[in-house]
């Protein structure tokens, strides 16, 4: 079974453009949440969506988005980069029950220059 | 508000030392905890989950519902266990689906 992809792995961009990341979670998997990942910060929760519906949220500015396909792909935007959103964007898919586990991808290393 | 403190950012033992990791978290229900770890150049995995009450690598935590703690413990470090550890809590969140929030975690370094 392939285990979450995610795409680009690493990209740069300068302030004020706009990114857009892509997860494919592991087949089967309708749950995609997406965290960010920084060394001062630690994992913080961006927003996860099942059956292309957002079911929760954590404390990003609306420049943060994201949506889910009926495939069960997920893709997120971020928009007018600042130099703070420099991170790694992790995307972690779910089966089925509640408090399941959670499976990671590699991540997305974004680099604000 | 649900959160997840791990007090030390770094930890550093000796091989064959006991090694504690430390986990507190605020949460007013029945909180559901679990272990992730992420070692050098792989992907962040579940390591343990409280409801489970199993030992994996050695390594067990034990939920303290009174001290709001789930520390992570093994006897007997190893080299191997080199890592960063990140302790998380799952609960119900108001749109009634489950929200998992993790600690700042832990980067355990275990020296030879």
């Known amino acids: 079974k392939a285990g979450v992809t995610q795409t680009p792995r690493y990209l740069i961009k300068t302030r004020g453009q706009q990114v857009t990341l892509s997860c494919s979670p592991i087949?089967?998997?309708?749950?995609v949440s997406w965290y960010q990942q920084t060394p001062g910060q630690g994992l913080q929760f961006l927003f996860e969506?099942?059956?292309?519906?957002?079911?929760n949220k954590g404390n990003f500015p609306g420049r943060f988005s994201g949506r889910q396909f009926s495939n069960s792909r997920s893709e997120m935007n971020v928009s007018t980069l600042e130099l703070g959103d420099s991170a790694l964007y992790l995307c972690?898919?779910?089966?089925?029950?509640?408090?399941?586990?959670?499976?990671f991808g590699e991540g997305s290393r974004l680099t604000v220059l | 508000a649900q959160r997840v403190t791990q007090p030390e950012k770094l930890l550093s033992v000796f091989k064959g030392a006991p090694v504690e990791l430390k986990c507190n978290y605020s949460?007013?229900?029945?909180?559901?905890l679990f272990w992730y770890v992420q070692y050098s150049r792989q992907r962040l995995q579940l390591l343990l989950r409280?409801?489970s009450r199993e030992s994996i690598k050695g390594f067990t935590a034990d939920l303290n519902k009174g001290e709001t703690s789930f520390h992570l413990k093994k006897p007997f470090a190893q080299e191997e266990d080199s890592a960063m550890y990140y302790c998380a809590l799952s609960f119900d969140s108001i749109q009634g689906a489950q929200k998992l929030v993790f600690g700042q975690g832990t980067r355990l370094t275990i020296n030879p």
């Open positions: 409280h409801i």
């Open positions: 972690a898919s779910q089966g089925g029950g509640a408090g399941g586990e959670l499976f």
């Open positions: 087949s089967g998997h309708r749950s």
């Open positions: 969506y099942f059956s292309e519906t957002q079911r």
């Open positions: 949460y007013s229900g029945s909180p559901e």
